[in-house]
């Protein structure tokens, strides 16, 4: 299904209601995206607005990431969510429950390969994830091409499926994607009946999309790229603004929460 920008895609996105659930990217939503996956860097209050707003959903927030949940756990500590990591190759549906993961043989495999052809070049980073291989050229803008061509090559060999985001791009098994992962954890108390609601900024959030808004909620695109979204905020600064508004209009008992 090829992409489509909305007109209503440069427009605020309406303040969430008591009965809606929220599914939050990391990477470009949350934080700015870093030069390495290590060195992103956390607002001070984040974790605690989040955790704000999962009170006043009932628990309906999760985040919906191409990290790995442990990840995730770290930056956002003490805060633990729902989620699905590793674009929903990883599941977690209890904030204290463990993570079910599946992993495909191949990657290994596709991992050793990369690292033999780019190895030697420190700019670039090959990540092995268990269920999914991504190769980082962030540093190496210049080798995107190669990057990509060699990734797609290999992931074919290998019967995975590759995607491409922001300065990288990723193989895994086929069959997965944020849009089945979000359905997924949607199926569940307490996300289950809810409005579906996803934040998100790269080509790897477009099948999220594509499922909250065939589900009867909504899309936020974080950016100014083409989009499925309805919605955008310009930027990370943005989406933590939007979400500070969500929870103060969920404090204020009077309102209708239509």
Known sequence: MAKTHDASAGVVPPLLSARDAL?????????DIAPHPDAVTIARQLPALIDALRTHLDGAVAIVTGRRLDDIDTWLAPLRLVGAG????ELRRTP??????HRSPE???????????FGADSRLLVE???????????????RARECTAAMRALATTHGLVTIAGKMVVEARA????????????????????????FVG???TDEDGF????????????????????????????????WIEACVQHLNEPDRERA
């Open 201 to 203: 900024d790269d080509v």
């Open 128 to 142: 092995n994830k268990g269920a999914s291989v991504a190769l980082h050229f962030r540093s190496a803008p210049e």
């Open 96 to 101: 204290t429950g463990d993570s079910v993961e």
């Open 23 to 31: 599914y939050l990217d990391f990477d470009g939503t949350l934080t």
């Open 107 to 117: 990657v290994p495999v596709v991992a050793r390969s990369l690292l033999d052809r």
């Open 86 to 89: 590793l674009h929903g190759a």
């Open 174 to 197: 086929p069959g997965i994607d944020k849009g089945r992962a979000i359905l997924a954890l949607a199926s569940a108390p307490p996300f289950q009946g809810r409005r579906p609601v």
């Open 210 to 241: 594509a499922a909250v808004q065939a589900s009867g909620g909504f899309g936020i695109k974080v950016g100014d790229c083409e989009t499925r979204a309805r919605y955008r905020c310009a930027d990370v600064d943005a989406v933590h603004h």
